[in-house]
């Protein structure tokens, strides 16, 4: 696969090699091409919910990517936070920026490598998306996240519909405490390119 590394192109991936492909060739620009060009701002709503939720650290941020919502959280709060990732060449792009604890590479459509009850926050913005992670993937936030701890993600609306998370969720409401859904604006209001409308669920998780 020599894909030119693009949002269409990421939305096409089938399998978490794929993924590991596509981003190896991206890391590097991903901050100025997509976050900049295509005013992405995802990781900006997901940093105000888990302020809003009450969140606290230790915090794990999921398919981390290059850092851009571990570097929002900061901007807001005080908190320790690690990054996983699939991508080893996102993960050295996140390292350079010092802002995590730790990077630690994981396949979250498989186990991840903590224990059970070890984050109060489990974060994740731009990751459960065409492509990359499903539905499935949820409950080991859930199974890595102490009890009163918070779980705020992003899903793309499209993906979210297309491999019906809902009913994933309704089956971890049963061994939660409570959680909630607020659609949002993926990219800025000034974006001009053809996802400009794009809608995401930030879902908000009470362990
Ligand atoms: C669109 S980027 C989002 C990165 C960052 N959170 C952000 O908001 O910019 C998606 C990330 O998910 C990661 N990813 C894709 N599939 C994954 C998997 N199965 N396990 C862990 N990470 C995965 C990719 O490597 C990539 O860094």
Redesign the pocket.
């Known amino acids: 696969m020599k894909l030119r590394p693009n949002l269409e192109n990421?939305y096409e991936?089938k399998t978490?090699e794929d993924?590991?492909e596509l981003?190896s060739v991206w890391a590097k620009s991903?901050d100025s091409d997509?976050?900049d060009e295509m005013q992405?701002e995802?990781?900006l709503s997901?940093a105000n919910e888990f302020i809003l939720a009450g969140g606290k650290g230790p915090v794990l941020?999921?398919?981390?990517?290059?850092?851009?919502?571990a570097k929002a959280l900061l901007q807001r709060g005080k908190f320790s936070i690690e990054a996983?990732?699939?991508?080893e060449a996102?993960l050295e792009v996140a390292k350079s920026k010092n802002i995590y604890e730790r990077c630690f590479w994981?396949?979250?459509?498989k186990q991840i490598p903590v224990a059970n009850c070890s984050y109060n926050g489990v974060v994740?913005?731009?990751?459960f998306?065409h492509g990359?992670?499903g539905p499935s993937?949820i409950f080991e936030l859930v199974r890595i996240s102490k009890p009163g701890g918070v779980i705020v993600i992003?899903v793309n609306e499209e993906h979210w519909n297309a491999l019906d998370f809902k009913t994933e969720v309704r089956k971890i409401s049963e061994v939660v405490k409570s959680y909630q859904l607020k659609k949002i604006s993926i990219y800025g209001k000034q974006s001009t390119h053809s996802h400009k409308d794009d809608k995401a669920l930030i879902l908000t998780i009470k362990v």
């Open positions: 990421a991936l978490p993924n590991i981003y991903y997509f976050i992405y995802l990781h997901v941020d999921v398919g981390a990517g290059t850092g851009v919502l996983t990732d699939i991508s996102m994981s396949d979250l459509t994740s913005s731009g990751t998306t990359h992670v993937s992003s």
